[in-house]
């Protein structure tokens, strides 16, 4: 009997025992098992199965199972009750930046390093994937979310922070898609050491955090704009209250010490009956009457751009989101895009004039040449021209893509930014070669 076929039947085994015995103590009026509870009876059901199995063996004049078959099976045994099966090794591994599978004996790994390699297979079936799938929805306990025929999609969070979507139905395979968030807790000079920008740079955004800047972190798909997002902010004082607003949460701000006073919000989908679903847009409106000093929207992507932009311009200063862009110019294309199919149906004049009131800066992040994710452009909003946004590139990107000085931040907004700490002498000689 192959080892994974051995797991199956040792975790269906431990499996059933473990519901009986979760019954057994509901039935006598007793406190559920916590989830240590639960593993310690399943270490201790696992280990009975395994003595069983062996003297049947021994019955029978088999060989007993060697011990690197026993450890493999032990761990499936494990994964597959409480971690994600033939996931959790990938997702164990430091290293793995993203999981994608496209059917259950077809999956791909990118690494950290920029490789992408093909890894044997995490199920062994299609439809023992769905139940994986499905697994981790119901473990992930935030909310109901389901996957079927009915509801073909399933986007949430693991235990780990990583992002999961995965599709069925739609596609030829069960494709699921595995982001991994390897950096939970990140600061500015974290970026500067992984080489996202140079400390002069970081010292400049950072000052644009402490000076209450409104600010825009832009880039194409997993470019690390999330990444940044937490780095940036770092630089909030531990005294403000923050509400954070998410499709799926991924920031975790409201896990790091760093800042006591956050409440954390998630975008949820129609129930069984197809109803109580809340938007973004509408947790934005929400989190404004809880008194916040600064909204933080994981990731605009619609209608929520119109009340982001209102909290942004009527003094919630210091707010923070991301945007999918090609470049920083193409955050105002995009903005608009987004405000034109709002239910407010803003015009490029009415949304050009709101963006300049709301937006201070845009943070576009790229891929070098050397394939390092790097601060490409920084551009400063001036003003609203017709359905034009009137800016000024700060940054620009070089020949490698990473930034580089290209014009003189505003007097007024660098007044704002030397209030707030920023060295006007140090930043400007080595910068842009000369003293303000």
């Not at 607003?245 to 790091?256: A, C, K, N, S, V």
């Not at 452009?377 to 800016?391: K, L, T």
Request: charge should be negative; charged fraction near 25%.
């Amino acid at each position: 009997m192959p080892a994974d076929e051995l797991a199956a039947r040792l975790r269906a085994e431990v499996g059933s025992r473990l519901s009986g015995y979760a019954a057994e103590l509901e039935g006598a009026g007793l406190p559920p098992m916590s989830g240590s509870q639960r593993r310690e009876v399943a270490d201790r059901l696992l280990t009975e199965a395994w003595r069983a199995e062996t003297s049947r063996r021994l019955f029978a004049g088999l060989p007993v199972w060697d011990a690197a078959t026993e450890e493999l099976a032990t761990r499936a045994v494990m994964d597959g009750l409480f971690g994600l099966g033939g996931l959790q090794e990938l997702l164990d591994d430091p290293t793995v930046e993203n999981v994608f599978v496209n059917g259950c004996d077809t999956v791909f790994v990118r690494y950290a390093d920029g490789r992408e390699e093909q890894v044997p297979p995490v199920a062994g079936s299609d439809a023992e994937l769905v139940e994986l799938v499905r697994t981790v929805a119901v473990r992930a306990g935030e909310e109901e979310r389901r996957f079927d025929r009915a509801v073909p999609r399933l986007n949430t969070q693991l235990a780990d922070g990583s992002r999961m979507f995965a599709v069925m139905a739609v596609t030829g395979r069960v494709s699921v898609s595995i982001r991994r968030h390897r950096y939970r807790t990140v600061t500015l000079t974290d970026l500067v050491r992984l080489g996202v920008c140079d400390e002069s740079l970081a010292d400049f955004l950072g000052a644009l955090v402490r000076a209450r800047k409104n600010v825009i972190i832009a880039g194409g798909t997993n470019v690390g704009k999330t990444t940044v997002l937490r780095a940036l902010a770092s630089a909030i004082p531990p005294s403000e209250r923050l509400v954070t607003i998410e499709d799926t949460f991924e920031l975790g701000l409201d896990r790091d010490p760093a800042h006591p006073n956050v409440v954390a919000m998630q975008a949820r989908e129609p129930n069984l009956e197809g109803v109580g679903a809340v938007d973004q847009a509408e947790l934005v409106r929400w989190g404004l009457r809880m008194g916040p000093d600064r909204v933080i929207v994981g990731e605009i992507r619609g209608a929520e751009v119109v009340p982001m932009c209102n909290a942004m311009s009527q003094g919630n200063d210091g707010s923070m989101s991301t945007l999918h862009t090609s470049t920083s110019r193409g955050a105002f294309v995009k903005l608009a895009a987004y405000a034109a199919q709002s239910p407010e149906r803003l015009s490029l004049e009415a949304t050009s004039l709101l963006v300049a009131s709301a937006v201070h800066v845009v943070v576009h992040i790229a891929w070098a040449t050397d394939g390092r994710r790097v601060v490409s452009s920084v551009r400063e909003v001036v003003d609203a021209d017709g359905p034009q946004v009137v800016s000024n590139e700060v940054y620009k990107p070089g020949g490698d893509r990473r930034a580089v000085p290209a014009t003189a931040p505003r007097a007024e907004t660098m007044d704002d930014l030397v209030a707030a700490g920023l060295d006007p002498y140090v930043f400007h000689q080595s910068r842009w070669g000369g003293a303000p």
